[in-house]
């Protein structure tokens, strides 16, 4: 059984531009929720997504959006990059929707705009 | 709206001790669930446990145990004889619909 792999590890970006982040899900998991975690604080829910559909939003705007593919697979993408969007990304699995199950979190993807 | 806090920003102890780490929450669901998430330095966080609010008894899991009371809306978490290997930041955290609602996180550093 494979766990959730993130990528890239590492991303540095100028404000403005565009990025797309890459997640795996845990194998048998349908569903995918992204987190974003600034430094010294705990995650923030962005979005999740389940068999292919957004299932629910934390309080981020449109510029940040995804997409999860048949093999469940996921993408987050933020447009117009702020600096205040540097953070820690961390995708989950599970096995449900709900949050009542627990998550599998990846490795995560540092960005860092400049 | 729910809520959690974790009070401790950091905690040090040497190799051995025992520490707890708190956790309170606040939420207006009569059912729900609670979970505490290790994060080594390496980033990726680690489910521990998670426990549902009908299941008020103890839980040990070798060196680790959680203690859930209803009454006073907590769930804290206690490591016993502390290793070096347990240093991490700890985060409990409250479902929610489909999100989990995090602490701030309490680090921990333990000193050989």
């Known amino acids: 059984e494979t766990g959730v792999t993130q990528s890239p590890t590492h991303l540095i970006k100028t404000r403005g531009q565009q990025v797309t982040l890459r997640c795996s899900s845990q194998?048998?998991?349908?569903?995918v929720s992204w987190y974003q975690q600034a430094l010294g604080q705990g995650p923030q829910f962005i979005f999740q997504y389940y068999r292919e559909e957004e299932n629910g939003r934390g309080n981020f705007p449109p510029r940040f959006s995804g997409l999860q593919f048949p093999n469940y697979s996921s993408e987050l993408n933020v447009n117009a990059l702020e600096l205040d969007d540097s953070a820690l990304y961390l995708c989950a699995s599970s096995l449900q929707r709900e949050a009542t199950y627990e998550q599998y979190f990846g490795p995560g993807t540092r960005l860092t705009v400049t | 709206a729910q809520k959690v806090t974790q009070a401790q920003t950091e905690i040090s102890v040497v190799e051995k001790e025992d520490v707890t780490l708190d956790c309170v929450y606040e939420t207006r669901d009569t059912t729900y669930y609670l979970f505490w998430y290790k994060q080594p330095p390496s980033g990726e966080l680690v489910f521990l446990i998670r426990r549902n609010s009908f299941d008020e008894q103890n839980e040990i899991s070798g060196r680790y145990s959680w203690n859930f009371q209803k009454s006073t809306s907590s769930f804290n978490f206690t490591i016993t004889a502390s290793q070096v290997v347990d240093s991490a930041v700890y985060f409990c955290?409250?479902?929610?619909?489909?999100?989990?609602?995090w602490g701030a996180g309490t680090k921990l550093i333990i000193k050989p």
């Open positions: 194998s048998g998991h349908n569903t």
């Open positions: 955290a409250l479902n929610s619909n489909y999100q989990l609602i």
